[in-house]
């Protein structure tokens, strides 16, 4: 079994759906969460990052961490063609490592 | 302000040719590394570096090589080239002070024959 887990998708929404991304890890451990969203043929960028339990939000953006279920979220609110793209989580145990354990990735796609 | 970048886009050997892909930063972050992205694989860590003059191995380090001579540049060599190594390869970097956020380039596309 992988540490991260995240469903590789594709997940096709109309534009303006609310979207749920999710990743289930196995290290309770970890506590500094991230989401990149990566475009076809580019590097990632990095969307959210929290640390510890607790909801964060940026704009249309909001991650979401349970760590009594070894679950996290992102939500996008008011979704948009551009936002048609691969999002992976992150995550780690300690501070200022690179020890990150990167997920798989879901393709989403915004349908216009 | 260019970020990252990542020469070339894309390259294809053949078995038991070397190369190296070159990494260059201008954000003065001291943090460099070097991922590997495969389908169903995610990302993982090659090699990584905390400064000029310092570098470690990180989850899949065997056939590569780095250094770290400059702030600037994060180079990584493959020695001898292999079928297992077709991927796409990525440099990241990040301010000292925020490992976390992790800026990375525009990728390389390799394919080994």
């Known amino acids: 079994q992988k540490e991260v887990e995240q469903d590789p998708g594709p997940l096709s929404v109309p534009e303006g759906a609310i979207v749920s991304l999710n990743c289930t890890y196995s290290n309770s451990a970890f506590q500094y969460f991230m989401w990149y969203r990566q475009y076809s043929r580019k590097g990632p960028e990095l969307l959210m990052y929290t640390y510890s339990s607790g909801n964060k939000e940026d704009g249309r953006f909001t991650a979401q961490v349970d760590k009594s279920s070894k679950y996290i979220s992102l939500f996008i609110r008011d979704s948009q063609p551009s936002d048609s793209a691969t999002y992976l989580c992150a995550m780690s145990a300690v501070s200022g490592t690179y020890k990150y354990i990167f997920g798989t990735g879901t393709r989403l796609k915004v349908l216009a | 302000n260019a970020g990252v970048t990542q020469t070339p886009k894309f390259q294809v050997l053949k078995t038991g040719q070397s190369m190296t892909l070159q990494c260059a930063q201008d954000?003065?972050?001291?943090?460099m590394s070097w991922y590997r992205q495969d389908p169903g694989m995610g990302l993982r860590l090659i090699h990584y570096s905390v400064g000029a003059g310092i570098t470690d191995q990180g989850e899949v380090p065997n056939g590569y090589n780095v250094s770290r001579s400059t702030t600037e540049d994060f180079p990584l060599r493959l020695l001898s080239a292999a079928p297992s190594q077709t991927s796409v390869y990525f440099c990241?970097?990040?301010?000292?002070?925020?490992?976390?956020?992790?800026?990375f380039g525009s990728g390389t596309q390799l394919s080994v024959l």
């Open positions: 990241a970097s990040s301010p000292g002070t925020a490992i976390e956020k992790l800026f």
């Open positions: 954000m003065n972050h001291e943090y």
